[in-house]
C-alpha cells in the first residue's frame, strides 16, 4: 500500500513540475514578447480591449484598471517586467530540467528559488492584493513540499 502512495505523491510531483515548466516557458514569451513591443501598442492593445466595457459601464473596476495602468506604463516598468519574466522564466526552466531528470544539485536548489520567489510575491501581494498572486504562492508553496518529499525518497535510494 506505501508503494501505491509513493507511486500516486511521486506522479502529482511530476505533473507539478510540468505545470511549473508550462508557466516558466509563457512567462519567458511574455519577456521576450514585452522587450520587442512598444509601450505605445500594449497601451493601444488595452485600450481597443477595455473601450467595449468603459462605454458600457465607465465605473467597471477591472476595465478601468487596466486602462489606467496602460496609460502609466513607462519604458522602465515595461523594461523591468520584460527582465523579470525573461530572467524568472529561465531560471524555473532550468530548475524544472534538473527536477525531471532526477539531478541532486536541482532539488535544494528548487527549494531556496522557490521560497525566495514566494518571499517577493508575499512582498509583492502586499502592495497589489492580487489574487492571483495568492494562488501562485499556494501552489508553490504545495510544489515545495513535493519537491522535499521526492528529494528525500531520491536520496534514500540513491547508492551511497
Not at 15 to 26: E, F, M, P, R
Amino acid at each position: 500500500m506505501r508503494e501505491v502512495d509513493e507511486r500516486r505523491i511521486h506522479q502529482i510531483f511530476e505533473v507539478s513540475v510540468w505545470l511549473k515548466g508550462a508557466h516558466a516557458l509563457i512567462e519567458c514569451l511574455g519577456g521576450i514578447l514585452l522587450y520587442f513591443v512598444t509601450t505605445g501598442a500594449i497601451a493601444s492593445w488595452v485600450n481597443s480591449f477595455t473601450q467595449d466595457e468603459l462605454i458600457e459601464d465607465p465605473n467597471d473596476f477591472i476595465a478601468g484598471h487596466l486602462s489606467q495602468m496602460a496609460s502609466h506604463f513607462s519604458v522602465a516598468n515595461k523594461e523591468f517586467y520584460a527582465f523579470y519574466l525573461l530572467s524568472h522564466g529561465l531560471i524555473k526552466l532550468l530548475l524544472v530540467v534538473g527536477l525531471l531528470r532526477g539531478k541532486l544539485w536541482s532539488y535544494p536548489a528548487s527549494l531556496v528559488a522557490l521560497g525566495a520567489f514566494m518571499a517577493y510575491q508575499v512582498y509583492r501581494w502586499s502592495y497589489t492584493h492580487s489574487p492571483g498572486l495568492l494562488v501562485l504562492t499556494v501552489f508553490d508553496a504545495v510544489v515545495m513540499v513535493l519537491i522535499w518529499h521526492e528529494w528525500r525518497v531520491v536520496r534514500r535510494h540513491r547508492p551511497a
